[in-house]
C-alpha cells in the first residue's frame, strides 16, 4: 500500500499521462472505512446461534474475513482500556487507559479515563451539567489522529452510546465525537471538540429523537419456546433484576417529566440501532467517502454491554438483542454497499468479552462462584495486619487506596513484597499475585500484566482470580480478567480487498489499527500490534 504521498504523486502522474483509464489511484485506499466497536461482544455471541442469524452476523459468517482466535492480550479487558487499544494498536501500558478508572500516583486521587475538568459535556440546549470528558488522558494517536495529521482532508468521526468508547475511539483530531447521553436520550459531545453542539447533531436530535426507536416496551422477536429452547429460562439466578424482572420490560415514562427510561433504553438493542441510523445520518450529511481522501468512522455500539452485565450473554435478554442487532447490522452494511459499492471498509470487533453468570457456569458443571469484594478487602487487611507484625512495620505494608488501588507503602522491600505475594496466593479464590517490581516474568499472567501497567496511573499489586470466580458484584456480571471468556473477541475485515475466509491464526486486537492504517496509506511505527495475516 502506497502512502498518501505516493497516493497524491502518482495520481498527477496518471491524470498528465492518462495511461490508466480502469485504474484509478483512488482504488488503493478504500474511500471510507467504517470499523464498530460491539461492547462486550464476545466469539461465542456470534457462534452459538450462527443458524438463526440472516442479516449481519449472516453476512459476516459468509462474505468477511473472520478471524476466530482474536485476543485482548492483555489484563485489563475493560471498556475503557479495551476501546483505547482497538484503534491505537498499542496496550494499554502505552495508551495509559489502563482502567476505565486508575489511581493518578501523582495526583494522589482516582481519575475516570476520559474525565478533563477543563472541559464541559455539550449538548443541543448548551453545557450539561455533568463532569468533563475529553481524550487528555490517551497518550497515543489513533488511527483517526493519523489519518488527519497525514491527510488533514480526511474526515474522522466517531459516534457510540458511551462517553468513554466513543471517545477513545475518536482520538484528538476528530472532525465529531457524539455519544448517547442516558439523561437526555440525545447525542453530545464535549467543547474539547465541539464549545457548541454542531448544527447537523441538534438538528438529528430535533427530528429523529431517540423516542423514535423506543417502542414502549421491549418483547421477545420471537415465541418463547423458541428461547427456550436455544437458551434457558427467562428468569434465572444471578440476573440483576429491573422493575419486572422479566419480558416485556416497559420503557415508557412514567410522568410527563420522567426522563429516567432514557437509561433503560440503552439497556436495549433499541440503543444500537439508534446508533447505527446516527452513523448512516454522519455519513450523508458529512459527505463521508465522497472524494479521493479517505475517511474514517468508529461506531460504538453499547447495548450488549449493558444488556450482558445485567442478565448475562447467556440470557434470553442477550439471545434477543443478538437477533435484533441482526437484522439492524444487515440493514446498515446494505446501506453503505448500496452507497459505496467496493468503495468502502467495514471492520468489527470488540473491547471485551464477559464472564457468564457463575450461577449459570456452575449449573454446566464448573467451579464458579462469586467472592464478594469486601471479602478480598478483609483479606488482604488481616494479610497485612500480620505481616506488619512479623516486619516490626511502623507503617501499613499494603494500603488499599480509594479501597480498589493496592500500593505498598514507599520503603517496603522485595523480600516483604514477596512475602505479602505468598500469603495472598493462598487465597482460595486467588489465582496468581502479580506485583510491579515483577512484570518483566517468562509468565503469560504477567506479560498480560505488564501490557496493562503505566506506572504513573498504575497500583503496585494485580489480584489475578481463580478462572470462573467472580470477585465484586453480588449480582448480574462482568470482565476484567485473564481468561477467554473476557479476551476473547471476534476481529471482522469485509470488503474488497479481503477474501472471505475464516482464519484460524492467533491474532491480538492489537493488529486490528495497523491493518487499517495500511489500508489508509498510513506509515506509522507505533504500534504494538502487526499487519493481520
Ligand atoms: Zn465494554
Same mark, same amino acid.
Given at each position: 500500500m502506497r502512502s498518501l504521498l505516493s497516493i497524491v504523486v502518482s495520481s498527477l502522474f496518471l491524470f498528465s499521462c492518462n495511461t490508466s483509464p480502469n485504474k484509478t489511484v483512488e482504488d488503493d485506499a478504500p474511500r471510507l472505512v467504517v470499523f464498530i466497536?460491539?461492547?462486550?461482544?464476545?466469539?461465542?455471541?456470534?457462534?452459538?446461534?450462527?443458524?438463526?442469524?440472516?442479516?449481519?452476523?449472516?453476512t459476516?459468517?459468509e462474505d468477511s474475513r473472520?478471524?476466530?482466535?482474536?485476543?485482548?492480550?492483555?489484563?485489563?479487558?475493560?471498556?475503557?482500556?479495551?476501546?483505547?487499544?482497538?484503534?491505537? +494498536?498499542?496496550?494499554?501500558?502505552?495508551?495509559?487507559?489502563? @482502567?476505565? $478508572?486508575? !489511581? /493518578?500516583?501523582?495526583? =494522589? %486521587?482516582?481519575?475516570?479515563?476520559?474525565?478533563?475538568?477543563?472541559?464541559?459535556?455539550?449538548?443541543?440546549?448548551?453545557?450539561?451539567?455533568?463532569?468533563?470528558?475529553?481524550?487528555?488522558?490517551?497518550?497515543?494517536?489513533?488511527v483517526g489522529?493519523l489519518l488527519k495529521q497525514a491527510n488533514p482532508q480526511s474526515k474522522v468521526f466517531?459516534?457510540?452510546?458511551?462517553?468513554?468508547? +466513543?471517545?477513545?475511539?475518536?482520538?484528538?483530531?476528530?472532525d @465529531?465525537? $457524539?455519544? !448517547? /447521553?442516558?439523561?437526555? =436520550? %440525545?447525542?453530545?459531545?464535549?467543547?474539547?471538540?465541539?464549545?457548541?453542539?454542531?448544527?447537523?447533531?441538534?438538528?438529528?436530535?430535533?427530528?429523529?429523537?431517540?423516542?423514535?426507536?423506543?417502542?414502549?416496551?421491549?418483547?421477545?422477536?420471537?415465541?418463547?419456546?423458541?428461547?427456550?429452547?436455544?437458551?434457558?429460562?427467562?428468569?434465572?439466578?444471578?440476573?440483576?433484576?429491573?422493575?419486572?424482572?422479566?419480558?416485556?420490560?416497559?420503557?415508557?415514562?412514567?410522568?410527563?417529566? /420522567?426522563?429516567?427510561?432514557?437509561?433503560?433504553?440503552?439497556?436495549?438493542?433499541?440503543?444500537?440501532?439508534?446508533?447505527?441510523?446516527?452513523a448512516q445520518?454522519i455519513i450523508k450529511t458529512q459527505d463521508l467517502g465522497q472524494d479521493a481522501n479517505p475517511d474514517l468512522l468508529a461506531?460504538?455500539?453499547?447495548?450488549?454491554?449493558?444488556?450482558?452485565?445485567?442478565?448475562?450473554?447467556?440470557?434470553?435478554?442477550?439471545?434477543?438483542?443478538?437477533?435484533?442487532?441482526?437484522?439492524?447490522?444487515?440493514?446498515f452494511f446494505r446501506v453503505l454497499k448500496q452507497r459505496f459499492g467496493d468503495d468502502v471498509v467495514i471492520a468489527l470487533?470488540?473491547?471485551?468479552?464477559?464472564?457468564?453468570?457463575?450461577?449459570?457456569?456452575?449449573?454446566?458443571?464448573?467451579?464458579?462462584?462469586?467472592?464478594?469484594?469486601?471479602?478480598?478487602?478483609?483479606?488482604?487487611?488481616?494479610?497485612?495486619?500480620?505481616?506488619?507484625?512479623?516486619?516490626?512495620?511502623?507503617?501499613?505494608?499494603?494500603?488499599?487506596?480509594?479501597?480498589?488501588?493496592?500500593?505498598?507503602?514507599?520503603?517496603?522491600?522485595?523480600?516483604?513484597?514477596?512475602?505479602?505475594?505468598?500469603?495472598?496466593?493462598?487465597?482460595?479464590?486467588?489465582?496468581?499475585?502479580?506485583?510491579?517490581?515483577?512484570?518483566?516474568?517468562?509468565?503469560?499472567?504477567?506479560?498480560?500484566?505488564?501490557?496493562?501497567?503505566?506506572?504513573?496511573?498504575?497500583?503496585?499489586?494485580?489480584?489475578?482470580?481463580?478462572?470462573?470466580?467472580?470477585?465484586?458484584?453480588?449480582?448480574?456480571?462482568?470482565?476484567?480478567?485473564?481468561?477467554?471468556?473476557?479476551?476473547?473477541?471476534?476481529?471482522v475485515l469485509m470488503g474488497a480487498d479481503f477474501k472471505p475466509e475464516?482464519?484460524?491464526?492467533?491474532?491480538?486486537?492489537?493488529?486490528i489499527a495497523p491493518t487499517l492504517a495500511k489500508l489508509l496509506g498510513i506509515e506509522y511505527?507505533?504500534?504494538?500490534?502487526?499487519l493481520l495475516p
Amino acid at each position: 500500500m502506497r502512502s498518501l504521498l505516493s497516493i497524491v504523486v502518482s495520481s498527477l502522474f496518471l491524470f498528465s499521462c492518462n495511461t490508466s483509464p480502469n485504474k484509478t489511484v483512488e482504488d488503493d485506499a478504500p474511500r471510507l472505512v467504517v470499523f464498530i466497536s460491539i461492547d462486550q461482544w464476545h466469539r461465542d455471541l456470534l457462534k452459538r446461534y450462527q443458524e438463526h442469524y440472516t442479516g449481519g452476523f449472516k453476512t459476516i459468517w459468509e462474505d468477511s474475513r473472520f478471524y476466530g482466535n482474536a485476543y485482548h492480550d492483555h489484563s485489563a479487558t475493560l471498556t475503557g482500556p479495551g476501546h483505547s487499544v482497538l484503534l491505537t +494498536g498499542a496496550y494499554p501500558a502505552k495508551t495509559g487507559i489502563t @482502567g476505565n $478508572y486508575f !489511581y /493518578d500516583r501523582q495526583a =494522589g %486521587e482516582e481519575k475516570y479515563c476520559v474525565a478533563d475538568s477543563h472541559n464541559q459535556v455539550v449538548g443541543s440546549a448548551g453545557a450539561l451539567d455533568k463532569a468533563g470528558v475529553s481524550p487528555k488522558h490517551l497518550l497515543v494517536p489513533t488511527v483517526g489522529d493519523l489519518l488527519k495529521q497525514a491527510n488533514p482532508q480526511s474526515k474522522v468521526f466517531s459516534v457510540s452510546g458511551k462517553d468513554r468508547s +466513543g471517545i477513545l475511539m475518536g482520538g484528538k483530531e476528530a472532525d @465529531g465525537v $457524539y455519544w !448517547y /447521553d442516558k439523561s437526555k =436520550g %440525545e447525542l453530545v459531545t464535549s467543547s474539547f471538540y465541539e464549545e457548541q453542539l454542531a448544527e447537523f447533531i441538534q438538528s438529528y436530535n430535533t427530528t429523529n429523537p431517540v423516542d423514535n426507536y423506543n417502542p414502549k416496551a421491549w418483547r421477545r422477536l420471537k415465541p418463547e419456546s423458541f428461547y427456550l429452547e436455544h437458551t434457558r429460562q427467562d428468569l434465572f439466578a444471578g440476573e440483576y433484576l429491573i422493575d419486572n424482572k422479566n419480558f416485556p420490560y416497559q420503557l415508557a415514562p412514567k410522568s410527563s417529566d /420522567d426522563t429516567s427510561f432514557y437509561s433503560m433504553v440503552s439497556r436495549t438493542p433499541f440503543a444500537d440501532q439508534y446508533i447505527l441510523d446516527a452513523a448512516q445520518y454522519i455519513i450523508k450529511t458529512q459527505d463521508l467517502g465522497q472524494d479521493a481522501n479517505p475517511d474514517l468512522l468508529a461506531i460504538g455500539l453499547s447495548a450488549t454491554d449493558y444488556v450482558g452485565h445485567t442478565w448475562g450473554p447467556y440470557s434470553q435478554e442477550a439471545l434477543d438483542h443478538m437477533l435484533r442487532l441482526d437484522q439492524f447490522l444487515g440493514q446498515f452494511f446494505r446501506v453503505l454497499k448500496q452507497r459505496f459499492g467496493d468503495d468502502v471498509v467495514i471492520a468489527l470487533s470488540a473491547d471485551h468479552g464477559v464472564q457468564p453468570l457463575p450461577e449459570y457456569q456452575a449449573q454446566q458443571g464448573k467451579d464458579a462462584r462469586r467472592v464478594p469484594k469486601m471479602q478480598l478487602i478483609d483479606d488482604i487487611r488481616a494479610i497485612e495486619s500480620w505481616l506488619r507484625q512479623e516486619f516490626e512495620l511502623q507503617k501499613p505494608l499494603v494500603e488499599m487506596k480509594e479501597e480498589r488501588y493496592p500500593f505498598f507503602y514507599p520503603q517496603a522491600t522485595l523480600a516483604q513484597k514477596r512475602r505479602f505475594v505468598e500469603e495472598a496466593e493462598k487465597l482460595e479464590y486467588i489465582n496468581r499475585v502479580v506485583i510491579s517490581d515483577e512484570l518483566a516474568m517468562n509468565d503469560k499472567i504477567s506479560q498480560y500484566v505488564a501490557k496493562t501497567h503505566y506506572q504513573p496511573r498504575s497500583r503496585d499489586i494485580y489480584f489475578v482470580f481463580k478462572e470462573n470466580y467472580l470477585v465484586s458484584r453480588s449480582l448480574g456480571t462482568t470482565h476484567g480478567s485473564i481468561y477467554a471468556y473476557d479476551q476473547q473477541v471476534p476481529i471482522v475485515l469485509m470488503g474488497a480487498d479481503f477474501k472471505p475466509e475464516q482464519v484460524s491464526k492467533t491474532v491480538s486486537t492489537t493488529d486490528i489499527a495497523p491493518t487499517l492504517a495500511k489500508l489508509l496509506g498510513i506509515e506509522y511505527q507505533g504500534f504494538d500490534g502487526d499487519l493481520l495475516p
